[in-house]
């Protein structure tokens, strides 16, 4: 084709490429800017230049002069090519030069044309059918009659044209219309179209949501892990301290008895000592032939000790001391025994309210029970004192002073929550019954026999006690983290408490028969108590 010499005419002889910015030598021939510069750049240090194509030398660096009419052969020729490879689908039959779209295309014919043969086939040919332009032209129309396919056999299910119905093989069936029974079939195809779109829809919320369940279960496979690692390190942490406590124990009681038996032994060994002596004494008075020797000793029975069979009994036929009620190795151990047993047993305890909860409740505050001087928070999560005054109306379930309820309540299962101090001023944490008193002093959690709580008093060096029925327990570690866990085990009738430190430090344990509904409840002197989710 033209357009291939074209294309040769206008390659670099350097990079073998289309001219970019061509650029002409006094030899005549050209060349790409950046391929000459290279070329010119690298005989400089030779002191001599050459023609890359005709190798005609030159003394000195050859000047470079833009071609312009080539730049607009090369700009031209570009454009048409890119014309031309934008170019896709049927091109017009009769357009032999170059490809050009095509309009329509004639079953009659067989043949697609552009818009400008499509004018000239219209004025001289009003009689064809005009389609779509379409490259399987002779599939439209029959392949014994060579005429187009214009109905459509419903016994056979083909597509006919007038002479397949009149004399032809499809003669005295029950034709209909191509576009007729086209438009049925895409109403069907349309239908099915629509239940795959919202079988797909559905498919796709299908994929978004268990996507989500997924995204959710590796969440709480990452918080289950650390949960366990934290617990793990928890036991490592109680299980090293009991063992250092026990075997402090053992050292202690081991010097104890040992102290003890040195003190016995030493007593005997007087004793064996005195016996001696007096066993060599009675000897030599039986060795004796003089009598009068013999009978002038003091009596027999002097020789005696008189608290021999005491001591026997007193020390026991082992040198032991459990006749006294000492500590003997077998009681020491027994009690051990079983104080060991006790730990782990608390331990074990505790490492289940701990694990076993699985998620933490969602716990809201009750506005309608908060004291008019404690500003809730509008996801219900903070309690904070407040100096000004909230307008709340009075009623019977309002507390009248610092204290605010869950509107949750808790009549069976392991549940925990988690709460964080902050500010300065004194705080209760805890869980009581609804029938709580809800005005004066014996409203605040701990103080009666339907509440029990946790006590931070910050202004008094950090103290910390549990309370309930006015009865308080002070704590004798400190507590550093402001952040706590309260866990409830309604049927076994547990309600503990924990500093959320690492590793977690349990605080105390209440042990009650509950017989009412527990609600979470607060009580904040100063600063505020956020409840949180997960630590």
Known sequence: MASDGLRKELICAICKDIYTDPLTLRCGHNFCRVCIDGVRDTEGGYGEYSCPECRVRFHKRPPLQKNITLCNIVKNFLATQ?????????????????????????????????????????????????????????????????????????????????????????????????????????????????????????????????????????????????????????????????????????????EKTSLSLSNVIQNLEIKMDELSRKMRHI???????DPLTVLQEPDSGDLCDP???????????????????????????????????????????????????????DILLDVNTAA??????????????????????????RFQYYQVMSGR????????????????????????????????????????NKSWGLYGRLWCNNQYSVRHDSNEIRLPHGISSGRFRVCLDYEAGQLSFYELCDPIRHLHTFTA??????????????GAIKISGRS
């Open 307 to 361: 608290e021999e069979e005491d001591d026997e009994d007193r020390w026991g036929h082992d040198g032991s001391d459990e006749d006294r009620g000492g500590d003997d190795g077998s009681v020491w151990g027994a009690e051990l025994i079983s104080h060991i047993s006790h730990t782990l047993s608390a331990m074990i305890r505790d490492i289940n309210v701990i694990f076993h909860v699985q998620d933490p409740a």
């Open 82 to 254: 890119t014309h031309q490879e934008e170019i896709t689908g049927i091109c017009c039959t009769y357009c032999v030069d170059s490809p050009v779209p095509a309009a329509k295309s004639c079953l009659m014919c067989e043949a697609s044309l552009c818009d400008k043969h499509l004018k000239v086939h219209i004025e001289t040919a009003t009689d064809h059918v005009l389609t779509e332009p379409s490259t399987s032209l002779k599939n439209r129309k029959c392949s014994i009659h060579r005429k187009i396919l214009e109905y459509y056999c419903t016994v056979d299910g083909a597509c006919i044209c007038v002479s397949c119905s009149l004399v032809g093989e499809h003669r005295g069936h029950r034709v209909e219309m191509l576009d007729g029974v086209s438009g049925n079939k895409k109403g069907i195809l349309r239908h099915i179209l629509q239940k795959l779109i919202t079988k797909r829809m559905k498919t796709e919320e299908r994929v978004c949501s268990l996507e989500e369940r997924k995204r959710k279960a590796q969440e709480k496979a990452a918080g289950e892990a650390e949960r366990v690692t934290v617990l793990c390190i928890y036991i490592r942490t109680w299980v090293d301290d009991l063992e250092k406590k026990i075997l402090s124990d053992i050292k202690r009681q081991k």
């Open 513 to 526: 028969a509950f017989s009412e509904p527990l609600h979470a409840v607060l009580y904040v002197c100063g």
């Open 409 to 448: 309540r808790f009549t069976s299962g392991r549940h925990y929550w988690d709460v964080e101090s902050s500010g300065s001023g004194g705080w209760r944490v805890g869980m009581c019954y609804p029938s709580i008193d809800r005005r004066e002093h014996q409203s605040s959690i701990g103080n009666n």
């Open 283 to 289: 000897e030599e008075l039986c060795n004796m032939m």
């Open 372 to 397: 008019n001087n404690l500003l809730i928070s509008d996801d219900l999560k903070t309690a904070t004192r407040t100096l000004i005054t909230e307008n709340r109306p009075e009623t019977a379930e």
